[in-house]
Structure formats: C-alpha cells, structure tokens
C-alpha cells in the first residue's frame, strides 16, 4: 500500500489541524533536526506559511519548538527530546518486562 501524502491525511482525516500538527513536526525533525525556515517547512507539509506559523507558535509556547533569531529558522526544542526519551524508555521498559516473562513461562531468552 503506497504511503500517504500529508495532502491525503489533511484531505481523509477528520482531525485536520491534529494532522497538521504532526505534519510540522516531522518535517522539523526529518531528515536531521537541524534548524528549518518556515518558508522550507510549509512546503513540506503544503501547508500555506500563515497555518504553519501558528503551529510553530503554539509548539513553541508548549516548549515543543524554538526559533533561532539569527539563522530566522525553526527547530525542535529540548522538550520534545525529553518526552522522546521518556517515550523511549516507557517501550524499553515494557519491552524488558514482556522478554521477563516470557522467559519465565517458556524458560528461553528472546534475547
């Protein structure tokens, strides 16, 4: 099944501004999280630059995204990585438990 679009997930879901949303932050993030112009984000979502300017503002007041003065460019900012991290850690640690118990009741390693 081919991948959609960010055009097919605005026009199919019926949380548009949520999938926009998302839509910003991974064009933040992809393919290096290094620091974008809004101009270069809103063609990669094909969002007009007024939308993605009020997403970027509402992640930066969540602390989610920063603006870099001098390079006039967006970036993801140190909360987002934490709550990545914990996310991480949360799968890693539910992860470990599942291997726990299945060794357990099968007393082989999946490792």
């Known amino acids: 099944m081919p991948r959609k679009t960010n055009q097919d997930r605005f026009a199919d879901s019926k949380?548009?501004?949520?999938a926009k949303v998302v839509?910003?932050?991974?064009?933040?993030?992809?393919?290096?999280?290094?620091?974008?112009?809004?101009?270069?984000?809103?063609?990669?979502?094909?969002?007009?630059?007024?939308?993605?300017?009020?997403?970027?503002r509402a992640l930066q007041e969540s602390g989610w995204a920063k603006f870099i003065e001098p390079a006039e460019a967006w970036q993801l900012d140190a909360s987002f990585t934490r709550f990545c991290f914990s996310f991480q850690r949360s799968i890693d640690m539910r992860r470990q438990e599942l291997d726990d118990e299945v060794d357990r009741m099968t007393g082989r390693t999946l490792k």
């Open 15 to 18: 949380h548009q501004a949520t």
């Open 23 to 56: 839509a910003v932050v991974q064009a933040l993030g992809e393919p290096d999280f290094e620091p974008k112009a809004l101009l270069v984000i809103a063609k990669a979502v094909h969002l007009p630059r007024a939308v993605v300017w009020r997403i970027l």
